[in-house]
């Protein structure tokens, strides 16, 4: 099962960031591999809110849409996603922000495991470079939005 954890400093607000990661309808825009996105839903819950989204990945000729649940609880800065139909067996995934000297520390981790065999093989060959471009496209995201106001 591959798993990918990783904690960074940018220069940008936790509240910043949280919304960025948050816009999940905007993730074809910029997030490689994701062809596009749609909000199904979203109920308040006691600590923020719950989102139904679908995503569709496409690589060369794999093509498949998953479904997730997305948590976000803003007092905290952390938004969980948790898998809940589509070609894996498993995936969950974790952002949290906190504020931090000149912006804030964002930790990531992800961990997800696919239905079928060959595709799992194929995703751990190219797992940590993915995961890399990933977190990159979130970075250059924020730079395009947020460019020099950094921490606001």
């Not at 904690?7 to 936790?14: E, F, N, Q, V």
């Not at 067996?89 to 922000?97: A, G, T």
């Amino acid at each position: 099962m591959p798993r990918h954890a990783e904690t960074k400093l940018l220069p940008y607000g936790a509240r910043q960031m949280y919304d960025l990661v948050g816009d999940v309808a905007r993730y074809p825009e910029f997030i490689p591999w994701i062809t596009a996105a749609r909000v199904r839903s979203v109920t308040p819950v006691a600590e923020g809110e719950v989102m139904m989204a679908d995503l569709v990945i496409g690589f060369r000729m794999f093509r498949e849409k998953f479904t997730s649940r997305v948590t976000f609880y803003p007092a905290r800065h952390r938004i969980e996603t948790e898998y809940i139909d589509g070609p894996f067996k498993h995936m969950i995934s974790n952002w949290e922000f906190h504020e931090a000297p000149g912006g804030c520390e964002i930790r990531f981790d992800v961990d997800f495991e696919f239905r079928s065999r060959i595709l799992q093989g194929a995703a751990g060959l190219f797992f940590h470079e993915a995961m890399l471009r990933i977190v990159r496209a979130f970075e250059a995201r924020a730079e395009a939005l947020y460019g020099d106001a950094g921490a606001a």
